[in-house]
Antibody, heavy 117, light 109 residues
Framework: QVQLKESGPGLVQPSQTLSLTCTVA????????VHWVRQPPGKGLEWMGV???????RYNSALKSRLSISKDTSKSQVFLKMNSLQTEDTATYYC???????????WGQGVMVTVSS | DIVLTQSPALAVSLGQRATISCKTN??????????MHWYQQKPGQQPKLLIY???NLASGIPARFSGRGSGTDFTLTIDPVEADDTATYYC????????FGGGTKLELK
């Protein structure tokens, strides 16, 4: 059974670094890409970045200077780190699996992150 | 970056047809495939994949949903609309990295 689950702090102070983990089950990170997508309250979806099954990464140009995505295949975990957080980074953060050419077919439930002092 | 444009909202009556459009500022076709996908998101839930590669129904999605288009113009059709279809619908391109449209909120008249 395919599952993805995000975890991390619910509250982060401004200027600090956000660290999130996406723990997956039912598939191998060597076979599928994993994306991070966020959604500010009441707003639309924003693609943040991807770690390919091969381990390469690509990022949204607007976030590239602050964002890093990595993974530990043996632990079935994907990591997101984003520094210099501001209040506008308050959002629900999702990880999602992507099959080749088929879009993101499985999503985690999301984790709400609030940036506030 | 590829920009996707959707109308913010659409209101339709139960049993009628809903057509949601998505226009891109660049061609998202590549070697015979249109790299456009559609998602449904209900409040408090994660997005759900409906359509991939412009016209392919994702697993478990009812045939009331269909997609079509190519190049820079795409549509998602729901026919007939049911009460459970009230949600926000997003298009997403995967031709060059990934971007989402702003979403179309489907409401019932």
């Amino acid at each position: 059974q395919v599952q993805l689950k995000e975890s991390g702090p619910g509250l982060v102070q401004p200027s600090q670094t956000l660290s999130l983990t996406c723990t997956v089950a039912g598939f191998s990170l060597t076979s599928y890409n994993v994306h991070w997508v966020r959604q500010p309250p009441g707003k639309g979806l924003e693609w943040m970045g991807v770690i390919w099954n091969t381990g390469g990464t690509r990022y949204n140009s607007a976030l590239k200077s602050r964002l890093s995505i990595s993974k530990d295949t043996s632990k079935s975990q994907v990591f997101l780190k984003m520094n210099s957080l501001q209040t506008e980074d308050t959002a629900t953060y999702y990880c999602a699996r992507e099959s080749p050419r088929t879009g993101s077919d499985y999503w985690g439930q999301g984790v709400m992150v609030t940036v506030s002092s | 970056d590829i920009v996707l444009t959707q109308s913010p909202a659409l209101a339709v009556s139960l049993g009628q047809r809903a057509t949601i459009s998505c226009k891109t500022n660049q061609n998202v076709d590549y070697y015979g495939n249109s790299y456009m996908h559609w998602y449904q998101q209900k409040p408090g839930q994660q997005p759900k994949l409906l359509i991939y590669l412009a016209s392919n129904l994702a697993s478990g999605i009812p045939a009331r949903f269909s997609g079509r288009g190519s190049g820079t113009d795409f549509t998602l059709t729901i026919d007939p609309v049911e009460a459970d279809d009230t949600a926000t619908y997003y298009c997403q391109q995967s031709r060059n990295l990934r971007t989402f449209g702003g979403g179309t909120k489907l409401e019932l008249k």
